[in-house]
Structures are given as structure tokens and as C-alpha cells.
């Protein structure tokens, strides 16, 4: 349950908390917040002293049917704020929310530490063999298709089981390869219908199976705010009440858009199991 992120450890045997910043002007929720690189860069160090162990940045929309980027385009939205991060707050530990191996390649460069792929290597054949080179923990997620496409593919024979072939796979290939850091995280609201995000969450123990630490990413997603017929902004109570199932359930990291409050999460959830 420890991952090496250049030479430091980080501990999962206790839960930890990722914080999202989406560099995008059309994510679900927080799209088009942060205007300029100061803005990034006040929410960043805001989220540290709530208590944030690990910023996620993210310049490609991966909500359902986001419009597709360059990899230019990408590279361009996060490189400025990255270089600013790792200047400002050089011991934080950095992943960056990337398909594309060139991104990833131009992120590790300037200074982060672990790459998040939606795909698990799907959407580009050299990430893998980028990973094994750099030997930087990585975060592989379940979804089938594209953003774009993936409403589409909801069909699964069983939900669970089908989802822990795919990475029993995904885990052997990355293992040959070289990879060591392996990280996995099922993928709420990526090719899974509300219902479908239920079951997952409600069997997430399944996963630990895997012997791989499991990150789960449900902040303030349809599946709360369609539940609770409310949107993304009025979705913080709904999200703290899944991250305590999903905690209670095997969850290592859990990424947020709100760290304080997924913080005081973790310290209940630490308590209920001391106890």
C-alpha cells in the first residue's frame, strides 16, 4: 500500500485525499473556474491547507460527451500552472489526469509525479511503455469507448466481474511491461448508467481482490445530483455520504472537488475503525 512518486513514499494504508483541479472550460461542475494561472494557484494552496495529499490536474474534459482537444491544446492548458505549481508548492505530490502519452511524457518532465488515465492504456498504444520507462505510478481507470461514446456502452453480463476481468488484464499487462506503482479506480459515471454506479459502489469490496489500492471518483457526480433531482453545486452532502461508503468499502484515495470536507470524512471513518 505504498506507491513511489520519485523517490518519495506515499503511504495508503490510510486513506488519502486527491484534489481535483480541472484546468477545462467545460467540466461538469467546476469548468471555466479558474480563469488564470493565479486563480489555479490560490485554489491550490487552498486545498493544501485543507489537507490535501495529492493534486490531480486535469486539461481534457472527460465528462460524457465532452468536445474533443488537441494534444496542443491540452499541453498548452496545464503547461504554465504546472511549472507555477512546482515552483510555488514543491512538496506536493502532483498526478496529472491524461490519456496521451506525450502529456504525460511533458508533465513528468516539468515536475509531477503520477499519471491518472481514463483509459488504462486504450486510447494510446505508447502509454504504457512510457510508464514502465519513467517508472511512475499509475493510475488505471475503468470506461469503455471515448468520452464521447461511452453513454452508449452501459451492456455489461455482470457489472462486478466483468470489471475486475478487465483489469486482472490490464494488471498483467502493465506487470509485464514493468510497472510496479499500479493503482486502480472503477470509474463512476464512465460507461454506467446511475444504477450501475450503485452496484459498483455497494460491491466495491470485490475489487480488493485485486491486491491493488482502489481510488474512487464520485465528487459531485449525476449519479448524486440526478438521485437527489438537485445539480453538481448542491451535490457536496450527497458526495460525503458516498465517500464514506466507498471508504467503508476499500477505497485508498479518494478524489474530491471539496478536500476539507473529504478530509473530515477520512478522520470519522478512521475513528468508526479504531473503535
Same mark, same amino acid.
Given at each position: 500500500?505504498? $506507491?513511489?512518486?520519485?523517490?518519495?513514499? /506515499?503511504?495508503?494504508?490510510?486513506?488519502?485525499?486527491?484534489?481535483?483541479?480541472? /484546468?477545462?472550460?467545460?467540466?461538469?461542475?467546476?469548468?471555466?473556474?479558474?480563469?488564470?494561472?493565479?486563480?489555479?494557484?490560490?485554489?491550490?494552496?487552498k *486545498?493544501?491547507?485543507d489537507? %490535501?495529499?495529492?493534486?490531480?490536474?486535469?486539461?481534457?474534459?472527460?465528462?460524457?460527451?465532452?468536445?474533443? $482537444?488537441?494534444? !496542443?491544446?491540452?499541453?498548452?492548458?496545464?503547461?504554465?500552472?504546472?511549472?507555477?505549481?512546482?515552483?510555488?508548492?514543491?512538496?506536493?505530490?502532483?498526478?496529472?489526469?491524461?490519456? #496521451?502519452?506525450?502529456?504525460?511524457?511533458?508533465?513528468?518532465?516539468?515536475?509531477?509525479?503520477?499519471?491518472?488515465?481514463?483509459?488504462?492504456?486504450?486510447?494510446?498504444?505508447? %502509454?504504457?511503455?512510457?510508464?514502465?520507462?519513467?517508472q511512475?505510478?499509475?493510475?488505471?481507470?475503468? %470506461?469503455?469507448?471515448?468520452?464521447?461514446? %461511452? =453513454?452508449?456502452?452501459?451492456?455489461?453480463?455482470?457489472?462486478?466481474?466483468?470489471?475486475?476481468?478487465?483489469?486482472?488484464?490490464?494488471? /498483467? !499487462?502493465?506487470?509485464?511491461?514493468?510497472?510496479?506503482?499500479?493503482?486502480?479506480?472503477?470509474?463512476?459515471?464512465?460507461?454506467?448508467?446511475?444504477?450501475?454506479?450503485? !452496484?459498483?459502489?455497494?460491491?466495491?469490496?470485490?475489487? =480488493?481482490?485485486? *491486491?491493488?489500492?482502489?481510488?474512487?471518483? $464520485?465528487? #459531485?457526480?449525476?449519479?448524486?445530483?440526478?438521485?437527489?433531482? $438537485?445539480d453538481?453545486?448542491?451535490? /457536496?452532502?450527497?458526495?460525503?455520504?458516498?465517500?464514506?461508503?466507498?471508504?467503508?468499502?476499500?477505497?485508498s484515495?479518494? #478524489?474530491?472537488?471539496?478536500?476539507?470536507?473529504?478530509?473530515?470524512c477520512?478522520t470519522?471513518?478512521?475513528?468508526?475503525?479504531?473503535?
Open positions: 500500500m505504498t $506507491i513511489n512518486c520519485k523517490g518519495r513514499l /506515499l503511504d495508503l494504508s490510510t486513506p488519502k485525499v486527491m484534489g481535483v483541479l480541472n /484546468l477545462t472550460p467545460d467540466s461538469f461542475y467546476d469548468g471555466g473556474k479558474f480563469k488564470n494561472d493565479k486563480e489555479a494557484l490560490e485554489q491550490v494552496e *486545498n493544501i491547507q489537507g %490535501m495529499d495529492i493534486l490531480d490536474i486535469g486539461a481534457y474534459s472527460s465528462r460524457p460527451g465532452a468536445d474533443h $482537444i488537441s494534444e !496542443e491544446e491540452e499541453l498548452k492548458r496545464q503547461s504554465s500552472v504546472l511549472q507555477q505549481i512546482t515552483k510555488e508548492f514543491p512538496d506536493l505530490i502532483i498526478s496529472i489526469d491524461t490519456f #496521451r502519452s506525450e502529456v504525460a511524457k511533458a508533465s513528468i518532465d516539468q515536475g509531477a509525479h503520477i499519471i491518472n488515465d481514463i483509459s488504462a492504456g486504450n486510447l494510446d498504444a505508447n %502509454m504504457m511503455d512510457f510508464i514502465a520507462d519513467s511512475v505510478p499509475y493510475i488505471m481507470m475503468h %470506461m469503455r469507448g471515448t468520452p464521447q461514446t %461511452m =453513454k452508449s456502452m452501459t451492456s455489461y453480463k455482470h457489472l462486478v466481474t466483468d470489471i475486475i476481468s478487465y483489469f486482472s488484464k490490464k494488471v /498483467l !499487462e502493465a506487470r509485464a511491461k514493468g510497472i510496479n506503482d499500479l493503482l486502480i479506480d472503477p470509474g463512476f459515471g464512465f460507461a454506467k448508467t446511475i444504477d450501475q454506479n450503485f !452496484e459498483l459502489l455497494n460491491h466495491l469490496k470485490a475489487l =480488493k481482490s485485486l *491486491n491493488l489500492p482502489i481510488l474512487s471518483g $464520485i465528487s #459531485r457526480k449525476s449519479t448524486i445530483y440526478k438521485t437527489l433531482n $438537485i453538481a453545486k448542491e451535490a /457536496l452532502n450527497g458526495t460525503t455520504a458516498l465517500n464514506m461508503v466507498a471508504l467503508m468499502n476499500g477505497s484515495i479518494l #478524489r474530491v472537488h471539496d478536500v476539507l470536507e473529504a478530509k473530515q477520512i470519522l471513518y478512521q475513528k468508526l475503525i479504531e473503535n
